[in-house]
């Protein structure tokens, strides 16, 4: 490992300590996001074993088990690629939260990945146990084979680098413009319902299901999900691996781009 590599490691061995800290001195804060994670997915299915039932025992190929088997991989998958980083750029930026960090040798990106990282260590203790356990009171039907449960790990770890970078670079649209509260919730209802965390996307209209394929949101969330549930073929898998290089390339683009030129407009108010 060369000497920057070292220092970059020591520094991210430092901020996760110090996050492991203060994520257990806002307990309450924690608990709350951990809610979310693991409600939101359990509502949905709830909704949709109800409907299935109703329907003679299935909705558009799913039987109430294969519902929840959905859902209860989401609610792993959703948790360990969800971010929340760029709904914080407009306040970073209008109280001057850049200037110190602007100061430091590194890369902004890394304090937020650590942090990102140190949640996701912290929660998913809980989250998976209430998986397992909202699987077997449901009867949940996952059965990938051996190739789908392995081309599922590559997956979803190409899915939170996609999420991840691509939220960062929405971000940086802050630097542009005084109030993104309207734009983070755009992307936030684009995200449920074109990355499939509403419903599987297979039981959407075909159109919305082209516009998510053709867009990063599938490759975000249910593409992992559809791997580990066994319902992508290997020409399936191929495509899905080309679509999360293609835009996680892309976004990184966008990133160096968006980053530079905000960076150098950036006028701290409260600095």
């Not at 709830?46 to 025992?57: H, K, N, P, Q």
């Not at 319902?231 to 999360?244: E, H, K, M, N």
């Amino acid at each position: 490992m060369t000497g920057g590599g070292r220092r970059l490691l020591s520094v991210y061995q430092a901020k996760f300590r110090a996050e492991i800290a203060l994520q257990f001195a806002y307990r309450g804060s924690l608990l709350i996001w951990l809610l979310g994670l693991v409600l939101g997915p359990v509502i949905y299915l709830v909704v949709w074993t109800t409907v299935a039932e109703t329907r003679g025992g299935s909705v558009g190929g799913f039987t109430a088990g294969d519902f929840a088997g959905y859902f209860v991989v989401l609610m792993v998958v959703n948790q360990l690629t969800f971010t929340w980083h760029f709904h914080e750029f407009e306040w970073r930026i209008r109280n001057g939260f850049f200037s110190p960090l602007l100061l430091r040798p590194i890369h902004p990106i890394h304090a937020d990945l650590v942090e990102n990282l140190t949640f996701k260590l912290l929660t998913f203790v809980v989250v998976a146990p209430v998986a397992l356990v909202v699987a077997v009171v449901f009867d949940a039907r996952i059965a990938p084979a051996p190739w789908q449960a392995a081309a599922f790990v590559p997956a979803l770890a190409f899915a939170f680098v996609l999420r991840f970078v691509l939220e960062w670079t929405v971000g940086c649209v802050a630097f542009w413009v005084t109030r993104m509260a309207a734009l983070t919730n755009a992307w936030w209802v684009l995200v449920l319902f074109l990355s499939g965390q509403v419903a599987p996307l297979e039981l959407l209209p075909v159109p919305i299901q082209v516009l998510a394929t053709i867009l990063p949101f599938r490759w975000m969330v249910s593409f992992p999900v559809e791997l580990a549930l066994g319902r992508v073929d290997p020409q399936g898998a191929a495509l899905g691996f080309v679509a999360q290089a293609v835009w996680i390339a892309l976004a990184f683009v966008g990133l160096r781009v968006g980053w530079r030129h905000g960076v150098r407009r950036y006028g701290a108010v409260g600095a």
